[in-house]
């Protein structure tokens, strides 16, 4: 929608194909229907919340920014507002105003929107030794001709929204390499059974650090959840995002409940409460020290009988609680499935891309914006702003090269 709102603001005639019933479903369910739709940070700052090709999107975030993001939609009747992390929200909190505003901006500039339009495929010519666009196949069998085509039918994620991967496969299919497309910004499944019993549990200012052998791929501080299959939640996608397309072998996730506390402190707390708790079991004892739910898996998961009296616990039983509240390893096995990340990691290479016009290098009029680009961010509204911005540039370029052609 913003590639069409682009290209015809830049003097071209455009036409949005959808193949679902109505445009921009998926941002229906964005933020919890909120629509986090932007970060309102620095360019320097969002790169460092895209921890794949960030430097691919420099052109494409200099033409249309966080702050141009926010403009655009004031200017389009939708008022904004920022909230904590400077997650950019419509002041509604209604994502379909912003919806509603792209719509609305395709109608004043002349976009035909064919919605109910299922793409099959994009019909290129060889001329002169180099390919170009002719135009494209749809699912009916028609032919609709065009100088210049955009490709921006999102990844893999929650397919229920249209986003079915056919991109890659047009891609695919006019020669340009697509990486491998894996599940990210999702839950993640352990080994371990303890976290299951602990399903809806959430934990508020934990830190994990992912471990690949001795090596530390992250750590943070945050919110995680518990769930049937192991952990989600704020902290645990962003983590998930750096084990996305990596194997898990020799992989650890280690929780530490109390970041802000040394283990020499907390050996301390514990020895006091295991001397206070004289003939209760170590459970009780120890309870004060964790969310009430989380005792007796917690003690098991360090090797130890929560039905021990306390008064019979030895000091290395107390260590070993200490330690465990520091470092409680978690195993992760796999990740949740595309139907419940919320984006895709790979994508169509971006060395077939250039970068200032989101051009095919490959096939001269064709041109890829949002999630089907081999680039992927955080949460925090970045992968909206990265379908915005290249869907921008994408939109302006494809205009400016009809009428140099
Ligand atoms: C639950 C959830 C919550 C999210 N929340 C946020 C958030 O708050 N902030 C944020 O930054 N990001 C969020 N995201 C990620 C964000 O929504 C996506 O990164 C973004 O929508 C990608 O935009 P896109 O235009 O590339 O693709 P999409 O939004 O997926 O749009 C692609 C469109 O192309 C259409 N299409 C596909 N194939 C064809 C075809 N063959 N013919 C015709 N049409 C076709 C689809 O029907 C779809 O409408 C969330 C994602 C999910 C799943």
Redesign the pocket.
């Given at each position: 929608?913003?590639a069409a709102v682009f290209c015809a603001q830049n003097g071209a005639d455009v036409c949005l194909?959808?193949?679902?019933e109505k445009?921009?479903?998926?941002?229906y369910?964005?933020?919890?229907g909120?629509?986090?739709?932007?970060?309102a940070c620095n360019r320097e700052e969002f790169l460092l919340h895209v921890p794949r090709n960030s430097r691919f999107l420099y052109s494409a975030l200099s033409l249309f920014s966080p702050d141009d993001m926010m403009a655009w939609l004031e200017n389009a009747g939708c008022p904004v507002k920022v909230e904590r992390g400077r997650?950019a929200f419509p002041r509604s909190d209604k994502a379909s105003d912003v919806t509603r505003a792209l719509c609305s901006e395709m109608t004043r500039l002349g976009v035909s929107v064919r919605t109910d339009?299922?793409?099959?495929g994009i019909n290129t010519v060889c001329e002169d030794g180099a390919e170009r666009v002719r135009g494209l196949k749809l699912?009916n069998g028609s032919f609709f001709p065009s100088d210049a085509v955009i490709v921006?039918?999102?990844?893999l994620?929650?397919p229920s929204?249209?986003?079915?991967?056919?991109?890659y496969r047009?891609a695919r299919e006019t020669g340009h390499p697509v990486t491998d497309l894996s599940p990210s910004?999702t839950g993640i499944e352990l080994k371990e059974a303890w976290p299951s019993q602990l399903q809806g549990l959430s934990l508020k200012n934990v830190r994990i650090t992912i471990f690949a052998g001795s090596k530390k791929r992250m750590s943070e501080t945050g919110e995680m959840l518990f769930t049937h299959y192991g952990i989600s939640g704020p902290l645990v996608l962003e983590a998930s995002s750096i084990l996305s397309g990596g194997s898990f072998k020799d992989c650890v996730i280690s929780l530490d409940m109390k970041p802000a506390v040394s283990e020499e402190q907390l050996l301390t707390d514990v020895s006091e409460l295991v001397r206070l708790g004289g003939a209760k079991t170590v459970a009780n004892a120890v309870m004060p020290l964790f969310p009430r739910r989380m005792t007796e898996p917690f003690l098991i998961a360090c090797g130890l009988d929560p039905h021990t009296p306390a008064s019979q616990l030895p000091s290395s039983s107390r260590r070993a609680i200490a330690v465990g509240l520091k470092r409680l390893d978690m195993t992760p096995v796999s990740l949740r499935p595309f139907s419940e990340?919320?984006?895709t990691r790979g994508g169509v290479d971006i060395r077939s891309v250039n970068p200032s016009t989101m051009g095919s290098r490959l096939v001269s009029g064709l041109y890829f914006?949002?999630?089907?680009?081999d680039v992927?961010?955080f949460?925090?509204?970045?992968?909206?702003?990265?379908?915005f911005s290249?869907?921008a540039l994408a939109g302006r370029s494809a205009a400016l090269q009809t009428f140099t052609a």
């Amino acid at each position: 929608m913003m590639a069409a709102v682009f290209c015809a603001q830049n003097g071209a005639d455009v036409c949005l194909f959808e193949k679902n019933e109505k445009t921009g479903k998926k941002l229906y369910i964005t933020g919890k229907g909120r629509c986090n739709f932007t970060n309102a940070c620095n360019r320097e700052e969002f790169l460092l919340h895209v921890p794949r090709n960030s430097r691919f999107l420099y052109s494409a975030l200099s033409l249309f920014s966080p702050d141009d993001m926010m403009a655009w939609l004031e200017n389009a009747g939708c008022p904004v507002k920022v909230e904590r992390g400077r997650r950019a929200f419509p002041r509604s909190d209604k994502a379909s105003d912003v919806t509603r505003a792209l719509c609305s901006e395709m109608t004043r500039l002349g976009v035909s929107v064919r919605t109910d339009s299922e793409v099959a495929g994009i019909n290129t010519v060889c001329e002169d030794g180099a390919e170009r666009v002719r135009g494209l196949k749809l699912k009916n069998g028609s032919f609709f001709p065009s100088d210049a085509v955009i490709v921006a039918t999102g990844g893999l994620s929650y397919p229920s929204t249209g986003s079915t991967g056919d991109g890659y496969r047009f891609a695919r299919e006019t020669g340009h390499p697509v990486t491998d497309l894996s599940p990210s910004l999702t839950g993640i499944e352990l080994k371990e059974a303890w976290p299951s019993q602990l399903q809806g549990l959430s934990l508020k200012n934990v830190r994990i650090t992912i471990f690949a052998g001795s090596k530390k791929r992250m750590s943070e501080t945050g919110e995680m959840l518990f769930t049937h299959y192991g952990i989600s939640g704020p902290l645990v996608l962003e983590a998930s995002s750096i084990l996305s397309g990596g194997s898990f072998k020799d992989c650890v996730i280690s929780l530490d409940m109390k970041p802000a506390v040394s283990e020499e402190q907390l050996l301390t707390d514990v020895s006091e409460l295991v001397r206070l708790g004289g003939a209760k079991t170590v459970a009780n004892a120890v309870m004060p020290l964790f969310p009430r739910r989380m005792t007796e898996p917690f003690l098991i998961a360090c090797g130890l009988d929560p039905h021990t009296p306390a008064s019979q616990l030895p000091s290395s039983s107390r260590r070993a609680i200490a330690v465990g509240l520091k470092r409680l390893d978690m195993t992760p096995v796999s990740l949740r499935p595309f139907s419940e990340a919320i984006i895709t990691r790979g994508g169509v290479d971006i060395r077939s891309v250039n970068p200032s016009t989101m051009g095919s290098r490959l096939v001269s009029g064709l041109y890829f914006a949002g999630e089907v680009l081999d680039v992927d961010a955080f949460t925090g509204g970045y992968n909206l702003q990265i379908a915005f911005s290249t869907g921008a540039l994408a939109g302006r370029s494809a205009a400016l090269q009809t009428f140099t052609a």
